[in-house]
């Protein structure tokens, strides 16, 4: 008889009706079942995608204190029938052969510092911004009535699947670009931002790489399981519940119900290659539940044969999102998009005496 812990994070390879997964294609169906309830109930689904992305050039011209870099500026248009734009940016060092792609859509704040982004183009990438408020409003009183919502009145979704809708669109646009390599695009963002990578790189498999920095509850972090003083769905319920969907509120208090947590949204990146950069000072965002989730989702990374694939990083401090983090991301990024092999480990044991949150483990595939 199978023994189950309390709290324990669900099994990922158990269906709904309770049959197992046995092959990779009993996979392909069980992902899709994830899919479908992750983006259901906690992000009240996805926007629709529209028939087209067209960019618009507003200008373009050369950054002289930035390495001579190009800077691009357009407008993407989506439509027809769904008519919405908004703002991207390209910085890149022109190159013979396409490039890959680091895109950011944390344009609100300021994170991208002029370090970085001589750090992201000088390694060979594309570095795309936007401003993912232009999506949907990050303000408590959301009343709905901006951005997205206004060409999808009758949809339930959060901001966080807005801002999500929007990296899709951007990754429309920039795989139409001749100097782009349209498979080697990475999205990295930070905080509620990289709650808002780690569910477009979930839901598009078109992006070659996830990274969110220092994401927590609702992101990268753990409902069942919680560190001291770290973000619950408590927090996020009273204050930001409009980032997500209106059925998670159900589980409030009943965090052990959810069919799901979040190493089932890590689970559904696999087997692209996801990276999650924590701090062990930001309490908040619960680095020991962050690493639950990692351990489980690793599970199914080993099963689809790409366990090097997913990796986590951590390092001293506090919430940010720094140059020391986005040289992290950029070393896992080397490794995967250009074969540079990194000179350390992404696949830590920062916290040695905690124990596993699941005892189920991936089965055997019949060779």
Not at 7 to 22: A, H, K, Q, S
Not at 84 to 89: A, P
Request: some cysteine; hydrophobic content about 35%.
């Amino acid at each position: 008889m199978e023994t189950q812990m309390v709290n324990e994070l669900p099994d990922l390879f158990r269906f709904e009706n309770g049959e197992r997964v046995t092959s990779a294609d009993d996979w392909r169906r069980r992902r899709q079942e994830l899919l479908d309830l992750v983006v259901g109930i906690e992000y009240g689904g996805m926007p629709p995608v529209p028939a087209e992305t067209r960019g618009e050039l507003l200008h373009a011209h050369q950054v002289r204190r930035l390495l001579g870099a190009r800077h691009a500026q357009y407008r993407l248009h989506t439509g027809p029938g769904c008519s919405f734009s908004f703002i991207l940016d390209l910085m890149y060092l022109p190159a013979e052969e396409r490039q890959p792609v680091v895109l950011n859509g944390d344009g609100c704040w300021r994170y991208v510092t002029d370090e970085v982004i001589q750090e992201v183009i000088q390694r060979g990438y594309v570095l795309a911004t936007f401003n993912r408020c232009e999506l949907a409003p990050d303000i408590g009183n959301n009343d709905r009535n901006s951005g997205l919502y206004l060409v999808y009145p009758e949809g339930a979704f959060g901001a966080l699947s807005a801002w999500a809708w929007g990296y899709h669109r951007c990754v429309d646009f920039l795989s139409t670009l001749e100097f782009v390599d349209p498979d080697r695009i990475a999205i990295v963002g930070h905080s509620r931002g990289g709650k808002t990578v780690l569910l477009a790189g979930a839901t598009d498999e078109r992006i070659a790489l996830t990274a969110p920095n220092n994401s927590g509850a609702g992101g990268a972090g753990c409902f069942r399981h919680q560190g001291p003083k770290s973000e619950t769905l408590a927090d996020l319920i009273r204050s930001l519940s409009y980032w997500f969907g209106p059925q998670l509120r159900e589980y409030l208090g009943k965090e052990h119900l959810l069919p799901f947590d979040q190493h089932s949204l890590k689970a559904l990146v696999a087997p692209r290659c996801l990276l999650s950069t924590e701090a062990f000072g930001d309490l908040w965002t619960n680095p020991t539940g962050t690493y639950q989730t990692y351990r489980a989702a690793r599970e199914v990374y080993r099963f689809l044969g790409a366990e090097d694939r997913i990796g986590i990083w951590y390092r001293e401090g506090p919430h940010q999102h720094g140059l020391e983090d986005w040289k992290a991301f950029l070393d896992f990024a080397d490794w995967h998009l250009r074969g540079k092999a990194p000179s350390y480990s992404f696949n830590p044991n920062p916290f040695p005496e905690l124990a596993p949150a699941h005892s189920w483990s991936a089965p055997e595939r019949p060779s």
